[in-house]
């Protein structure tokens, strides 16, 4: 697991950002590659809405991908500020607000360089199968302490690094079901609970709960579960 700091400019892969980006004019569509999103999506705004208070809270979603959660949370009463690093995914989202006319404010932008423009402006965040995806996780967690404000709540999900989560995520889904494109996870990437507790702690952060998340795909559907050995969710609170 990488865990070496990188500058706030340097902290993405290249090749993550151009794999999502080429699924962003089917960002959109329930029965497309990002099916598991959508089933996911009513799951995630549930966990968040139970645990904060989303009207005319304002809220960022970090690695907003095509704003599906943005305007799930937007739709809620929230003031939504979204940000991604694929240009593609940040136009499909902004195309998407005009059909919709949900306000959500998209940026393409990264987390850090947003957090030393508007230190303690979010009452909540969310950053949802993302970390994974970075070089540096634990910059990204910083990022989001500076930004909320003091009780403000952080709102995670990400895969677990285990045989059931390589099982499932990566050689069921990709190669098995096809639910995913091939090469959209890399095992090694994958984050314990334990290394995101750590994290969270170093930063600042209480953590609250950690949750399993678990994706039903002959049903389409996605449930909260006690079992967190492969996806799960995480919500923590700053101090």
């Known amino acids: 697991m990488t865990t070496t700091t990188s500058p706030p400019s340097d902290n993405f892969s290249q090749a993550e950002l151009d794999k999502f980006g080429a699924l962003a004019n089917r960002w959109w569509d329930p029965d497309g590659p990002q099916k598991a999103l959508h089933a996911l999506n009513p799951v995630r705004l549930q966990y968040v809405r139970e645990r904060a208070t989303l009207s005319a809270a304002a809220v960022l979603d970090v690695g907003c991908g095509g704003g ?33 006319g949900v306000q959500v404010d998209y940026r393409l932008q990264s987390v850090e360089s947003l957090a030393e423009e ?29 930004l909320l404000k003091p009780g403000g709540k952080l709102f995670l999900s990400t895969l677990n690094r285990t045989p059931a989560a390589f099982a499932l995520a ?6 098995i079901a096809r639910l995913l494109p091939k090469g959209t996870h890399h095992y090694r990437e994958f984050i314990r609970p334990s ?30 579960t006690s079992r967190t050995d492969v996806n799960y969710l995480a919500s923590a609170v700053k101090a």
């Open 68 to 100: 599906l959660l943005s305007e799930a949370l937007a739709r809620e009463g929230a003031q939504v500020t979204a940000i991604d690093l694929a240009p593609e995914l940040v136009k499909v989202a902004r195309l998407h607000r005009l059909e919709s």
């Open 118 to 146: 508007r230190p303690g402006a979010f009452d909540a965040i969310t950053c949802m199968e993302m970390l994974e995806h970075v070089p540096d996780p634990a910059s990204i967690i910083r990022a989001c302490h500076a």
């Open 170 to 175: 990566i050689v069921g889904a990709e190669y």
């Open 195 to 224: 290394e995101l507790a750590a994290w969270l702690r170093e930063a600042g952060f209480h953590l609250q709960d950690v949750t399993g998340l678990a994706y039903e795909p002959w049903r389409q559907r996605a449930r909260l």
